[in-house]
């Protein structure tokens, strides 16, 4: 068995979650491994990231958000609401900001000691529920997704932008 890895880089926006399309990213790699027949992994390796297969929408509201993505955020909200304060969660804790508040690059996760910026217990909840992980099939050197199937990569941490990873890993022969 022949196994293939790949990392690509994203950039998020930081005031909404960043839904990325990263089908033809995915069928590049999977060109790229030269393997015919197996699978493929796309993988988010961030805690408040998730990987998921929709189809693609053709709508979009007046920010350009596709209907789909604005509904699974409209969906996601009844059950996991925005994470507004130090009280809406009960993460981070006094603990955690200690401990973050140790660390050497401070100042990317609490830029001015802004302890708000560690309230993303929303995002941490959304990816757990949506999952971090997808398996597609590979058939004859091409994704097995049907016309309108997409691989989406989400960040739910929207208190601020950053670059993220997406591991893409082929498997087979």
Same mark, same amino acid.
């Given at each position: 068995m022949k196994?293939?890895?790949?990392?690509?880089?994203? !950039?998020?926006?930081?005031?909404?979650?960043?839904?990325?399309d990263v089908t033809p990213q995915v069928r590049e790699v999977i060109k790229e491994s030269g393997i015919k027949e197996g699978l493929v992994t796309v993988i988010s390796p961030h805690t408040t990231c998730?990987?998921?297969?929709e189809e693609f929408s053709h709508d979009r509201d007046s920010n350009g958000d596709e209907?789909? !993505?604005?509904d699974l955020n409209e969906?996601?909200?009844?059950?996991?609401?925005?994470?507004?304060?130090a009280s809406t969660y009960h993460y981070p804790g006094e603990e955690?900001?200690?401990?973050?508040?140790?660390?050497?690059?401070?100042?990317?996760y609490l830029p001015g000691?802004?302890?708000?910026?560690?309230?993303?217990g929303d995002a941490h909840l959304k990816s757990t529920i949506i999952g971090s992980s997808e398996v597609f099939d590979v058939t004859d050197y091409t994704l097995g997704v049907g016309k309108t199937g997409y691989i989406y990569f989400v960040d739910?941490?929207?208190t601020r932008p950053r670059e993220r990873r997406c591991l893409i890993t082929v498997m087979g022969e």
């Open positions: 196994l293939y890895k790949e990392t690509i880089t994203l !950039q998020s926006e930081g005031d909404t979650p960043s839904y990325i998730a990987v998921f297969f209907y789909l !993505q604005i969906a996601l909200e009844k059950i996991i609401p925005k994470h507004t304060s955690h900001y200690k401990e973050v508040e140790k660390w050497p690059n401070i100042e990317e000691g802004d302890r708000s910026y560690l309230w993303n739910f941490d929207v």
